[in-house]
T-cell receptor, first 114, second 113 residues
């Protein structure tokens, strides 16, 4: 099965700075998704980028996808204390779009220092 | 408001007991999923269902069972055959196909005592 792996495992920055997290995966995908998880809570879907897209924006989030390198990045601009959370990338388990499940990496734990 | 409700939030199980975790959604989603999360780890897929009365094993189905008798409900039973059941369990749902992401419940934390 395909698997995304996030890098770095942990990231601590000052409020107001930008945070960048990376995800690498192993085989071809038709979409890649990013999720946020606050401590002890469920995951929240942030953004989905399709394989024919190179960049996507949502508010302060920017996601890029490089299918030739099998990698994606999530940029959070002008970070806030409320952005403190774990961030996961997810790819479809099989050749489908994710209907038979997503595979998640271990996540990047982001801490925003006030 | 539409969403997924998981209950209970915390659950304690004695050795040898079966326990059932509830997952209910009012999003009219066809597909539902159960994931397990261990500390510092990603999510691992236990079971999923793409349609009522049908479900498939995920990557770590041993020691678990599910049913999908109604579109809104996808309960997970953790059986005594599951050797290490202490974990955080997350239920999710989605529309069919790659048109959007998953909606997750707030999770059930299961502890064996």
């Amino acid at each position: 099965s395909q698997q995304g792996e996030e890098d770095p495992q942990a990231l601590s920055i000052q409020e107001g700075e930008n945070a960048t997290m990376n995800c690498s995966y192993k085989t071809s995908i038709n979409n890649l998704q990013w999720y946020r998880q606050n401590s002890g809570r469920g995951l929240v879907h942030l953004i989905l980028i399709r394989s024919n897209e190179r960049e996507k924006h949502s508010g302060r989030l920017r996601v890029t996808l490089d299918t030739s390198k099998k990698s994606s990045s999530l940029l959070i601009t002008a970070s806030r204390a409320a952005d403190t959370a774990s961030y996961f990338c997810a790819t479809p388990r099989n050749s489908g779009g994710g209907a038979d499940g997503l595979t998640f990496g271990k996540g990047t734990h982001l801490i925003i220092q006030p | 408001d539409g969403g997924i409700t998981q209950s209970p939030k915390y659950l304690f199980r004695k050795e040898g007991q079966n326990v059932t975790l509830s997952c209910e959604q009012n999003l009219n989603h066809d597909a539902m999923y159960w994931y397990r999360q261990d500390p510092g780890q990603g999510l691992r897929l236990i079971y999923y269902s793409q349609i009522v009365n049908d479900f498939q094993k995920g990557d770590i189905a041993e020691g678990y069972s599910v049913s999908r008798e109604k579109k809104e409900s996808f309960p997970l039973t953790v059986t005594s055959a599951q050797k290490n059941p202490t974990a955080f369990y997350l239920c999710a749902s989605s529309v069919q196909g790659p048109s959007g992401g998953y909606t997750f419940g707030s999770g059930t934390r299961l502890t064996v005592v």
